[in-house]
Every structure is written in C-alpha cells, then in structure tokens.
C-alpha cells in the first residue's frame, strides 16, 4: 500500500482506505484456497450460515487461515449469484446451491488435490429455475435461433 500511494502521489491512509473497504484487497497472504462465503440477504435466506458451519467442521475460522496454508475463510458480500443462493467463490471458481453437505464435499475435495465441478451443485441449467427453464426452452436441446420470429 505504501508504495502505491507513493506511486499515486496520495496519503498512505487513502490508499489503505480504499484496499480495506473490497474484499478483492488481501491485506495478509491468503491460503491456496480462498474460500469466500457469501453472507448478503439471499444467501443467508437459503443457508450460508450452513456452509459456514461446515467450514468450521474442517478446522476454517472466518478471517483465519488454516495450519497447512491450505485454506482461507471469508465472509463477502454479494458474489453475483443470488438466483443460485448459497455460494462460495473459491479461487476463480463459483459453486452454487450449496448445502453443508456438499460444501464439505467440495472442501474434502480440495483436499484431496482434486477440482471439484464448479457451478451449480445441483440438477441446474445455470441460473434458470429448479424445474428447468421457462422460456425460450428451444434453446435448452439445441442452438435454437429466434430472430426470425422477432421481426
């Protein structure tokens, strides 16, 4: 930070303030795996304190970093997904539709030096709905083109 601001030509507290309002500015190294556990209203709604708890089952603490550098535990505030509530953001990747159960299969397989798949963890095309889209269904089998139909 002290050699941004210098950069910058700014008081060093600027740029700090700045670095410590976003949670993409780490202000200590994180762990291989940085697990970021949304905590806004729509995933809370359906669970993360779920995904939070199994995280302490594998010995995270929120703010820590595990012994073995493994891990970094994170609570963030909205990753995008709300649709898909709860997630996490680990690395580049989102997993979605988490339950405890399967938020300790994707930290087990972490573990194990494996990729879990990310997305949604459940039977879901992307965002659309549980039981499947619900509009332009065409587009669900094949690369169905509609702009003829919208002349």
């Known amino acids: 930070?002290?050699?941004?601001?210098?950069?910058?030509?700014?008081?060093?507290?600027?740029?700090?303030?700045?670095?410590?309002?976003y949670t993409m500015?780490?202000?200590?190294?994180?762990?291989?795996?940085?697990?970021?556990?949304?905590?806004?209203?729509?995933?809370?709604?359906?669970?993360?304190?779920d995904l939070f708890d199994a995280c302490y089952a594998k010995g995270l603490k929120k703010g820590g970093?595990?012994?073995?550098?493994?891990?970094?535990l994170a609570e963030v505030e909205c990753l995008g997904?709300?649709?898909n509530a709860p997630?996490?953001?680990?690395?580049?990747d989102n997993y979605e539709d988490l339950t405890s159960e399967t938020m300790t299969s994707v930290l087990e397989a972490l573990q194990r030096g494996q990729t879990p798949k990310p997305g949604p963890q459940i039977e879901r095309q992307t965002s659309a709905p549980e039981s499947g889209?619900?509009?332009l269904v065409e587009m669900v089998s094949e690369n169905y083109d509609y702009r003829e139909q919208w002349k």
């Open 65 to 72: 970093t595990s012994p073995d550098g493994l891990f970094t």
């Open 87 to 92: 997630m996490v953001q680990i690395n580049d």
């Open 81 to 83: 997904a709300c649709a």
């Open 1 to 21: 930070m002290e050699y941004v601001a210098k950069y910058l030509d700014m008081p060093y507290i600027r740029a700090l303030e700045v670095s410590t309002f």
């Open 133 to 135: 889209p619900t509009t």
């Open 25 to 49: 500015f780490n202000q200590a190294p994180v762990g291989r795996y940085h697990v970021q556990v949304c905590g806004t209203t729509p995933c809370m709604l359906r669970g993360s304190e």
